[in-house]
């Protein structure tokens, strides 16, 4: 009876380490949610926790710091840089066009280690231009300043050339550090109508620690030899 009490106690609890070692590998770690209503903003932002819409703009915008060269300035990136989300924008060109005119956006500091994911969704409306009748060019995007500066539209185009309004954006980090991440909507070639934007359901995947990891697996080895020594005595 003791014994087939023993190997009954010891299988419930190698098969309790098995269990919890499967749950911890599917979640190794909590993803952190970000705030998007408590990030800094400039332009036309409007915040409702935890989301935020950020508007392209007209020429009014720049009255509230939306204009192309104080949006580059609060996001820490090059004058000029927001130009190369004009598809037709030539950088050789010697009488360049100013293709980003007035936009909005967000940013915050992150601090992460190498392996960190940064996820969040995202949805366009674009303004609709009555005299070309067509959808304007506006361009909503991604800055991450760190040991390098990554510029990345989030709107681009299908294999059909129709383009994509909505998606979900994600960033794996490649090494520690501070990054200033920012988020935004810019007009390209004109001061037209007013896009939208709205950034939802962020997140910060942080990577598995080590220590997290070797705890898992010794409680599965343990687990396992338990089973294995105890089930040949009974």
Known sequence: MFITFKH????????????????????????????????????????????????????????????????????????GSLDILDPEYDPNDPF???????????????????????????????AFDNELNTFDLDKAFVTIKGIEVLIKPLNTKDINGNDILSGKYEYTFSSAGNFLV??????????????????????????????TLLGIFTGLGCGLVMRSRFGKQC
């Open 8 to 79: 009954s106690l010891l299988t419930a609890g190698a098969a309790s380490l098995l269990s919890l070692g499967n749950w911890l590998l599917a979640s190794p770690s909590y993803a952190i949610t970000l705030d998007f209503a408590s990030w800094d903003k400039i332009g036309d932002v409007t915040q409702v926790k935890p989301n935020a819409q950020a508007n392209s703009g007209t020429s009014l915008t720049a009255f509230i710091g939306g204009g192309d060269d104080s949006l580059e300035e609060f996001l820490e990136i090059d004058a």
């Open 96 to 126: 360049p066009i100013i293709a980003a005119t007035f936009g909005s956006a967000i940013r915050r500091n992150l601090v992460v280690q190498a392996g960190d994911k940064l996820s969040f969704n995202w949805d366009l409306t674009l």
């Open 182 to 211: 920012g988020i935004g909507i810019v007009d390209i070639n004109d001061a037209g109508g007013t896009s939208q934007l709205i950034v939802s359901n962020g997140k910060l995947q942080p990577v598995p620690e080590p220590l």
